[in-house]
């Protein structure tokens, strides 16, 4: 460079050389430099004419330097970032320059090996890097690619909080990333941890291990650049002490309450049954609700899995309680009829019972504590009818108050039967007599039972809903109660009684015949007969199938007075009850009736005597 410079200009190195002229300006020149075999300073002279030499500055021959990479490669659209050459054979007497596109920026020599520049600002995008010497000449090797990135912006965190132990995998979002992680670091509160993977809008790291409370986050870019922060939350690590219910539907949604702590709410916190996360929710500082998923087993009506809880959705509290998914299966329900009045104990027979402080039963809308037998039994005890009038309520079974079992059976609500009387209200003590029962309320079922103090039989003939026909089983004499039941569970009793005597027996009459006419007074005699002043049962005699009433003198004998009736012999018995007559039996002849035709002598003395 200098001043009056032309291309008739004559240059010469080491008093031989001629360079050629590329291009001329007044101030300066551009040479063509041939390949020289060796390193070093040479002379340079300068001529007008091409005899008289001017000596100029001396041409410094160097090994060509040679590019190998740019760190970072990428950096913000508002430049400044300060990018490390590495290669070979850099020199400081060689003015270099970094060329970002279009953009040129000073190198500064650092060593043989490195040197650094600044970026230029330059909209978001892909440029071509490349060495520039003596501010024209691309050095061999040097063309790289640099990406001007969107100013680093964090905008949301995934998960945003974390247990104090660290660990977790969080994903952060924004804008400006470049598209390699390698150099980018996630900044907690100055705690850093490298990027595991990324993209432009995605960077992945693990948390790294922290103090409880509010920590700030940053994205660190390859180039040193923070992004703008955002909250990140260090939690305690929560235990789990109790599941509240601990078991429910196979068929999921049940409300799960997680007792433990310290929780708190988090976008991430979610519940794991088995491998299958669901989402929590907080009520307080130690306790969290979660709802069931469906049973992984779903073929299963009982299995029981593991159960975890997570504040970040990654690292979960494990080594709590277990969950029973459940189903029950009902094959009967007995008996299924029963007052207004409630009462009635139900006995469900089926599979998969299950003994929890939580079994219940439902009758429509009313509930009822339930008691557990077996694995295989169950008994409810009713309560009043929800109507307070007869009808059918569906029944259903829980073992947690929250997931309800039907049991496929209803139940009848019916109003209970009354007794008002009986007759006849005594028999003999072998039994067999049958009673009619009067009362209301009375249905025809096959559960409708009679019961004669502990002995329960079955109905006999309904006759209408205010009768009922029942036999009496065999007792000893005395008095028992009387009761009836819908449904062979529930009695009604009333204040009726059946009493039972000793079965009397017949022995002889007299006289053993009279007239057909009938009024013969006749004396019968025999064992068990009930004497009037008892009053306990009123004594009859039956002449064939005509039955009369009797006088009881006595235990051994009565008096009746003959029916009128046509001359012949009949068999006579006995009954305390009108009903039930002696097993054995006396005949007595009717005779027909004397006829006078005459009488001899038809006269005689006033005076009886000599």
Request: aromatic share 8%.
């Amino acid at each position: 460079m200098g001043s009056g410079l032309d291309d008739t200009l004559n240059i010469r190195q080491n008093s031989t050389t001629r360079l050629q002229i590329t291009s001329s300006r007044n101030e300066s020149l551009v040479l063509n430099i041939p390949p020289v075999p060796f390193m070093g300073p040479v002379s340079t002279e300068l001529s007008f004419d091409g005899q008289q030499w001017t000596r100029a500055p001396d041409i410094v021959y160097v090994t060509s330097p040679v590019t190998s990479e740019i760190v970072p490669s990428s950096g913000p659209e508002n430049g400044d970032t300060l990018v490390t050459i590495l290669g070979q054979n850099f020199v400081p007497s060689v003015a270099i320059d970094c060329n970002f596109g279009s953009s040129l920026s000073t190198a500064r020599w650092i060593s043989s090996a490195i040197m650094t520049c600044r970026s230029p600002a330059n909209r978001p995008m892909n440029v071509t890097f490349t060495l520039i010497a003596s501010g024209s000449v691309i050095v061999p090797g040097s063309r790289k690619m640099f990406e001007f990135l969107p100013v680093l912006e964090l905008t949301s965190a995934f998960p945003s909080v974390a247990t104090v132990a660290g660990g977790t995998q969080v994903t952060l979002l924004g804008m400006g990333f470049a598209t390699s992680s390698k150099g980018y670091q996630c900044d907690f509160d100055g705690t850093r941890t490298p990027v595991k993977w990324n993209n432009q809008t995605h960077a992945e790291c693990a948390v790294p291990d922290q103090r409880v409370g509010r920590a700030e986050v940053r994205l660190v870019s390859n180039n040193g650049q923070l992004s703008s922060s955002i909250p990140f939350e260090f939690l305690n690590r929560p235990s789990i002490d109790l599941l509240m219910p601990s078991i429910g539907s196979r068929f999921g949604g049940t409300r799960v309450t997680v007792m433990g702590g310290p929780f708190v709410q988090t976008p991430q916190a979610v519940c794991r049954f088995d491998r299958q996360n669901v989402p929590a929710e907080l009520t307080n500082d130690d306790h969290m609700v979660c709802t069931t998923p469906v049973s992984p087993l779903a073929g299963s009506d009982d299995v029981q899995v593991d159960f975890a809880f997570s504040l970040d959705g990654q690292t979960f509290v494990e080594g709590g309680p277990p969950y029973r998914y459940h189903q029950m299966v009902f094959s009967s329900a007995t008996p299924l009829a029963g007052p207004i009045s409630g009462g009635t104990n139900i006995l469900f027979k089926g599979q998969n019972f299950v003994n929890s402080p939580r079994l219940r039963c439902r009758f429509e809308s009313v509930i009822v504590s339930a008691q557990w037998v077996s694995s295989g039994e169950m008994l409810c005890r009713t309560p009043m009818s929800p109507t307070g009038q007869p009808m059918l309520a569906d029944i259903s079974v829980t073992v947690n108050h929250q997931d309800w079992f039907a049991v496929g059976a209803r139940f009848e609500y019916l109003f209970a039967p009354t007794i008002s009387s009986i007759a006849p209200s005594h028999g003999p003590e072998n039994g067999g007599t049958k009673v009619t029962i009067f009362g209301t309320g009375f249905v025809e079922s096959k559960l409708f039972r009679c019961r004669f103090g502990t002995s329960v039989l079955a109905a006999t003939r309904f006759e209408s809903q205010e009768s009922v026909i029942c036999s009496v089983p065999a007792g000893a004499p005395g008095s028992i109660s009387v009761a009836v039941s819908p449904n062979a569970l529930d009695f009604i009793r009333a204040d009726v009684t059946f009493s039972f005597y000793k079965s009397p027996s017949v022995q002889s009459v007299s006289p053993t015949h009279g007239s057909s006419g009938g009024g013969t007074v006749v004396t019968v005699t025999g064992t068990n007969f009930i004497p009037d002043s008892s009053g306990a049962a009123v004594m009859t005699c039956m002449f064939g199938e005509k039955v009369m009433p009797a006088q009881a003198v006595s235990t051994s004998m009565i008096l009746c007075r003959s029916p009128p009736s046509s001359s012949g012999t009949v068999e006579v018995e006995v009954s305390a009850n009108g009903v039930e007559f002696t097993d054995n039996s006396i005949a007595f002849k009717f005779d027909d009736p004397a006829l006078i035709v005459d009488i001899y002598p038809s006269v005689g003395p006033a005076v009886i005597g000599g």
